[in-house]
């Protein structure tokens, strides 16, 4: 079945460590996107790539980075210049062309111990 | 600049009742806007897209939409409401121009009671 996998689903992570969270398509789409959800807050932009080794910042990259060597892979380093790292955190591919829907990976809870 | 407010943090409805979830959003161009639901401990879900053809749009699960340019509303329905349809649900736009992403609005619980 064709998809997006994030792994792992529940991580923790303790206060100063750097944490990378995997996102997998296996869609064959060229857009990946990475965003950040808080209660109340909907979902935040934090990175975005429409092409492999290309990359561009959202609302709130601050404290993260992002790789997009493979068309199917765009893992988000939480690092730990993130003030509040705690969230829900969702990925997201489109074929290219910003006017298609986006599907969504079953997100990855950070929690900070 | 790109914006979506979606009105009420949290609507209640019984068993049965119309749903209406409301959205408005800001566009300076012609817009694409889309409704996307959310379970607990999940990813998002689309429900419907409008892509300017049809003003009225018809998704899953007996939701269906109305894009009203004048009032720069996209406001989500369901003539009747079942217990399963208690979840998050958001409304989002983009445009068509290379490099943009989707914005969302801060989603609307909807509670359904028997």
């Known amino acids: 079945d064709g998809g997006i996998t994030q792994s792992p689903k529940y991580l923790f992570r303790k206060e100063g460590q750097n944490v990378t969270l995997s996102c997998e398509q296996n869609?064959?789409?060229?857009?990946m996107y990475w965003y950040r959800q808080d209660p109340g807050q909907g979902l935040r932009l934090i990175y975005y790539?429409?092409?492999?080794?290309?990359?561009q910042k959202g609302d709130i990259a601050e404290g993260y980075s992002v790789s997009r060597e493979k068309k199917e892979s765009f893992p988000l380093t939480v690092t730990s210049a993130q003030k509040n790292p705690t969230a829900f955190y969702l990925c997201?591919?489109?074929?290219?062309?910003?006017?298609?829907?986006?599907?969504f990976g079953q997100g990855t809870r950070l929690t900070v111990v | 600049a790109q914006s979506v407010t979606q009105l009420g943090s949290h609507v209640s409805v019984s068993e049965g009742a119309l749903v209406l979830l409301r959205c408005n959003y800001s566009?300076?161009?012609?817009?694409?806007l889309f409704w996307y639901v959310q379970y607990p401990n999940q990813g998002l879900q689309l429900l419907l897209k409008?892509?300017?053809?049809?003003?009225l749009v018809k998704g899953i699960n007996g939701f269906e939409a109305e894009f009203k340019k004048s009032e720069t509303s996209f406001h989500l329905t369901k003539p009747s409401a079942h217990m399963s349809d208690a979840a998050e649900y958001f409304c989002?736009?983009?445009?068509?121009?290379?490099?943009?992403?989707?914005?969302f609005g801060k989603g609307t619980t909807l509670s359904v009671s028997s």
């Open positions: 997201a591919s489109s074929p290219r062309g910003s006017y298609t829907e986006a599907f």
């Open positions: 869609l064959n789409h060229d857009a």
């Open positions: 790539s429409q092409i492999v080794n290309d990359f």
């Open positions: 566009s300076s161009v012609p817009p694409y």
């Open positions: 409008y892509t300017s053809a049809a003003t």
């Open positions: 989002a736009v983009t445009y068509n121009q290379a490099g943009t992403a989707l914005i």
